[in-house]
């Protein structure tokens, strides 16, 4: 076997998992955007946010009826599964409301930008203790620059987006954004660790979305005494509804893809398609093209570049197989390199 067919494997789970990343990143956009119409049109961000996780329980356990695995599926939850299996999923719920809150505001694109921002210095973080990875992935160059990149972006969309409107209320839902996109990367950092042990993304989906909508329960019965819930029509367009379904997509793809790509990487790969998908929804929709959201756009785009992997042994490398078999089956500190 030569060099070359030696790394073929762990170059293409590699490539797989960042076109993987990049759909779910599509599939997180529309699942936003029908979120933000869900609130707008009755239900309020809390409700919209409640109906979505449950769409998205329902969906996973339709998966998990689909692959005949539900026999399996609990006897792994009953033998293995740990308190904290369940409580990674509450750290998706803040960005949920947020989302659900802030798209109607300052539309798809700026919400995203926002929240991206979070998840790269969280990413940043988390990688470098090695959190939902085998091994650690140190600060480069590179790295530290893309997450200056998505910062970057953060300011140039709220900035621009606050021109000649309501500053006060974008800033709010810009911060309320980022920290729920930080708040986030502890669940795809959590939801690797459980695909690692299991060795399966839905079982990572069912474990955190079960608790996800515990977490969001209990935030809509603590709401109740204040009016959160008053006046909330359920509108009758059943495509509205779909956001749930939709999260079930974006959670296994993310359990997949953080294992072969890292906390930071899959932020910003997710990003690519994430960031297409928004300025789309945003340009077909109500909000419109704006030169601030172009900007931010190509900026977050500049910040996938400078990090996105690239697989395979480097030239001249004295190595040998085994450097290169250390890296090919735990695929992270290959990662570390970008």
């Not at 203790?129 to 790295?143: D, E, K, Q, Y």
């Not at 072969?260 to 998908?277: D, N, P, R």
Request: net charge positive.
């Amino acid at each position: 076997m030569t060099p070359s067919s030696a790394t073929a494997g762990p170059a293409a789970r590699v490539t797989l998992a960042a076109l993987v990343a990049a759909g779910s990143g599509a599939v997180l956009s529309l699942q936003g955007r029908l979120n933000g119409d869900l609130g707008a049109a009755g239900t309020g961000p809390v409700l919209a946010a409640w109906l979505s996780y449950v769409g998205t329980l329902l969906a996973t356990v339709l998966v998990v009826v689909a692959r005949r695995r539900v026999r399996s599926t609990l006897a792994v939850v009953r033998s293995s599964a740990s308190w904290w299996w369940f409580a990674v999923g509450l750290c998706s719920v803040p960005i949920v409301v947020a989302m659900a809150a802030g798209i109607p505001l300052v539309g798809v694109a700026v919400a995203s930008v926002c929240s991206v921002a979070g998840q790269t210095v969280a990413g940043l973080a988390l990688d470098a203790r090695g959190v939902g990875l085998p091994a650690p992935l140190r600060l480069t160059p590179r790295r530290a620059g893309a997450g200056l990149a998505a910062l970057a972006g953060l300011g140039i969309a709220v900035l621009g987006s606050s021109a000649g409107g309501p500053g006060w209320a974008v800033v709010a839902a810009g911060a309320a954004l980022f920290v729920g996109g930080a708040v986030l990367c502890g669940q795809q950092a959590g939801n690797g660790r459980v695909t690692e042990l299991t060795g399966d993304p839905v079982v990572a989906t069912l474990t955190s979305v079960t608790g996800g909508l515990a977490g969001i329960t209990l935030v809509c019965a603590l709401g109740v005494p204040f009016g959160v819930l008053d006046g909330v029509v359920l509108p009758p367009q059943w495509w509205l509804y779909l956001g749930g379904p939709l999260g079930t997509v974006v959670t296994v793809a993310a359990a997949f893809a953080v294992r072969h790509l890292g906390t930071l990487v899959l932020t910003l790969t997710v990003v690519g398609g994430q960031m297409v998908m928004a300025v789309l929804l945003d340009v077909l929709g109500v909000v419109g093209l704006r030169w601030p959201t172009v900007v931010a756009t190509a900026v977050v785009a500049l910040a996938v570049l400078l990090v996105v992997p690239r697989p395979g042994p480097r030239p001249g490398s004295g190595s040998g197989s085994r450097s290169g078999s250390r890296s090919g089956s735990r695929s992270g500190p290959r990662v570390g390199r970008a």
